[in-house]
């Protein structure tokens, strides 16, 4: 796929996908349902800083496409 889509079209799988946010592109991200860290266990895209399916971060916008 060469062309970015429109976010309602992600896969909320965990596939680890690109995302533009804020006008750039954000590698590394998925969707995550939440894990033993999070108070709420909110739904929410997240971003891997390593390869390995580790440590991440929550994203400070709503992604408009990957």
């Known amino acids: 796929m060469s062309d970015w889509q429109p976010i309602e079209t992600a896969p909320k ?11 750039d592109r954000c590698t590394n991200c998925f969707w995550s349902i939440g894990d033993e ?3 709420d266990y909110t739904p929410r895209w997240r971003q891997q800083y390593s390869e390995a399916a580790g440590p991440s971060l929550d994203l400070d916008a709503e992604p408009t496409h990957w």
Request: hydrophobic share 45%; aromatic share 22%.
């Open 13 to 23: 799988d965990g596939t680890i996908v690109d995302l533009w946010v804020y006008g």
């Open 37 to 39: 860290f999070d108070d």
